[in-house]
């Protein structure tokens, strides 16, 4: 893939590298989508082969911080565990990349950008972008970047969604995936919990039909709503009993009023108001959106294997028990797929009763499985193995 590209330098309101497509990007819906910005975020350096490149692909209401302060919320990056010198994504070995998705907020051309042709916010006049757009997008990153092939594509949930996307569309350019706590598809369930975190958005009175931002509005309610009703699906029920259990807040006695009385109550209202002092409502809407069409049996003739016939890539397939948005099932349906096609495929769940949030926990099991895949490929790969303590 080429482009016509320009790299534009870090910005202090928000840190991190852009490029600018200039060439049109094609969409899987037919729309041409030109000029493209890409914010993303590079940590170690290449190599001179240019073989040791790790693509790191993030979920839903992540970004391409990874690792580091977030220059927003002034925490550390999502995956900074993980992410750094000695760490499972090492640094001193590996040229670690992570962009912010196509029809994200925090660079990368999405609907709160601006249209080049009307000079005002694109809203919701943004074209529908799916999961595969937003591999197309990173390719031609990768190809700025001078990277031919990816040591290993990596991500949960929606990361995984590329993560497959990756090894099903460009699977000469990847050498090892490991998609984590992910599908081949989004569920009926999935979709249904998407639809009414769009609806609270939508209903918001602040939404002005997606031109919030033209008339100085913000539908922080509905998104805040949006959020919360998500977040329940990322925890565990265990998980939720051991951490709130109908512990009172702040207070001895029921007020038999709406007020926030018990601690989960107030922790989802504090995940949601947090949350939409760093997301774009719109953005919620198209990738919510994104996630809903994905389905790599259905661009198959309805038959999963079809997608990884001859596949070279080598994957590592990991789930968490107690997942009830992305469960086991999901993982090992993908497995059976790639062992139908003789592919070279590990498949790990890991007893955890965090839930879904498990991938971006400290999971100790977890971080040696990735490790141990993460350094078998290497070796195979013959790049320098990992420095012991």
Partial sequence: MTTESQVTAPTQAVAGF???????????????????????QTYGQSNAEGTNCVLVCHALTGDHFVAGTHPITGRPGWWDALVGPGRVLDTNRFFVVCANVLGGC?????????????????????????????????????????????FCVVGGSMGAMQVMEWAHRFPERVFAAAPIAGSYRHSAQNIAFHEVGRQAIMADLDWQHGDYLEKGTMPKRGLAVARMAAH?????????????GRKLQDRSALTYGFDADFQVESYLRHQGYTFVDRFDPNSYLYITRAMDYFDLAE??????????????????????????LFPTSESRTIAHALNAVAANVSFVEIESDKGHDAFLLDEPEFRSTLQGFIDGAANIRGLPRRATP
């Fill in 18 to 40: 852009r490029l600018t497509i200039k060439a049109p990007l094609v969409l899987q819906s037919g729309a041409k989508l030109a000029p493209v910005t890409m914010a993303y």
């Fill in 106 to 150: 925090m660079g990368s051309t999405g609907p709160k950008e601006i249209n080049p042709e009307t000079g005002h916010p694109w809203g919701l006049k943004f074209p529908v972008i799916t999961i595969r757009d937003m591999v197309q997008a990173q390719a031609a990153l990768l190809d700025h970047l001078g990277v031919g092939q990816v």
């Fill in 232 to 244: 329940i699906t990322y925890l565990s029920e265990t998980a939720l009993h051991r951490k709130f």
């Fill in 299 to 324: 661009e198959n003739g309805g038959v999963l294997s079809n997608a990884f016939v001859g596949t070279p890539v080598r994957f590592c397939l990991i789930s968490f028990s107690s997942d009830w």
